[in-house]
């Protein structure tokens, strides 16, 4: 009989980093919208009493609320807005309550450094910007760049001839969207980054793997616009 391993396995997409308690700060904040507010408030003053003046927990958050308040006082509810519920900075605040937060999008390749990984592979991630080799191909007026795996034949027969008979293609050779610059990709993945240190509450990368607990969920992230 052959043997089948039944223990459940998980993959990157079957887990979260749960939130904790964090004494970091807020990563940034917005610009003012008082103009904005005020607009609407002029135009919609029927619906002031349903509506909530939204906030951050840091000093320059509450001098802009103020300003909304003192702009439209006839708005009854205040509405704390932060990404990580266990941040020091949101507890701290008068009538505020720790509540349980376990969803999380912020994690890009931060997942693999969580696990104890000194370097990470950005073949997938990186290809179609300008610092990728090949021409831009442009279809029904979009702009892709062509991305090959190394296993792929497309591969093989450019360094080493073809497939070798022993062996199979395993890679894939597809189009991907031509993305520009690959500095804004990696920015990106530095503000990922810097997510997941404030959700997990450490103050440099090398702590992320002990500071993280994962939980096991059946989706990561809200599907209704995809």
Known sequence: MPRVDADLKLDFKDVLFRPKRSSLSARHSLPSQTSL?????????????????????????????????????????????VANGYSEHFVEGEMCAVIECADSAHGLKAFFILFFADFVMLGGMSAGHDQCAGEIIEKDSKKFKLF???????????????VAEYRASEGRTVQVPYKGDV????????????????????????????????????????????
Not at 206 to 226: A, D, G, H, N, W
């Open 148 to 162: 090959y795996e190394m296993s792929s034949d497309t591969a093989m027969k450019k360094y080493v001839g073809g």
């Open 37 to 81: 507010c005020s607009t609407f408030a002029a135009s919609h003053p029927e619906c002031l009493e349903h509506v909530a003046a939204s906030s951050g927990s840091g000093a320059a958050d509450l001098e802009k609320l103020c300003s909304i308040l003192e702009a439209i006082p006839l708005i009854q509810y205040i509405c704390l807005d």
């Open 183 to 226: 500095e804004n990709t990696i920015r990106d993945i530095f503000g990922g980054l810097r997510s997941t240190c404030t959700y997990v509450g450490a103050a440099k990368l090398k702590e992320l793997s002990r500071r993280t607990t994962f939980i096991r969920v059946t989706q990561q992230s809200s599907q209704m616009f995809t």
